[in-house]
């Protein structure tokens, strides 16, 4: 359930736009502004992050991204224990 006025951001795999490995993960609104200056060695930092800020976190479900295109993202829901911790992936 998302409460309130919570705001979606996405986690997007960094480089953009390559099918190579992925360096890290960037925090940005739907268009294109970063939420964080840093860059994130892993999807859980970043959920953690964006959860403690109040956002809720969209993943990419795709390595090339289009954020206009809703089935490329997964939103972060139910997924933390009783600690806060992430407990799925």
Known sequence: MIK???MFVYIEPLPKGHWG???GYAV???DGIKVFPERFSSEK???REVR???YI???ATRRITD???SSHW???LGCWDAHGQIKCS
Do not use: M
């Open 28 to 30: 940005e609104y739907l």
């Open 67 to 69: 954020k206009k295109d």
């Open 45 to 47: 930092l970043a959920i």
């Open 21 to 23: 490995p992925i360096d």
């Open 57 to 59: 976190a969209l993943l």
């Open 4 to 6: 309130g006025n919570a």
């Open 74 to 76: 997964q939103p972060v």
């Open 52 to 54: 403690l800020r109040g």
